[in-house]
Nanobody, 124 residues
């Protein structure tokens, strides 16, 4: 089992920045792939970013604005968000996957463990 706890959400003005954290505990070594997803009201959960031991991946809507990173010693994954837009408003979820292939890394269904989510609101 892997437990994930997100933090760092809040209210920010458009153009501003925010950094989310995801602290993992439990059998973290079994889930090396960590991802961030978001879900706005009335919309499907959307891939934001993911990191493996060696690579990072981003959704098209956040490329160049968001950066995912990990601190393996602290079992923590970060999502640095800059140039935020009102359309970035959503609940952001951290997730962990087991044995996922690169071709499937953006798919919600391959992630086994999920955090409770943290709200990010970007005002215009």
């Amino acid at each position: 089992q892997v437990q994930l706890v997100e933090s760092g959400g809040g209210l920010v003005q458009a153009g501003g920045s925010l950094t989310l954290s995801c602290a993992a505990s439990g059998r973290t070594f079994s889930s090396p792939v960590k991802g961030w997803f978001r879900q706005a009201p009335g919309k499907e959960r959307e891939f934001v970013a993911a990191t493996t031991w060696t690579s990072v991946y981003y959704g098209d809507s956040v490329k160049g604005r968001f950066t995912i990173s990990r601190d393996n010693a602290r079992n923590t994954v970060y999502l640095q968000m800059s140039s935020l837009k009102p359309e970035d408003t959503a609940v952001y979820f951290c997730a962990a996957a087991v044995g996922v292939s690169v071709s499937a890394i953006k798919q919600v269904e391959v992630y086994r463990y999920w955090g409770q989510g943290t709200q990010v609101t970007v005002s215009s």
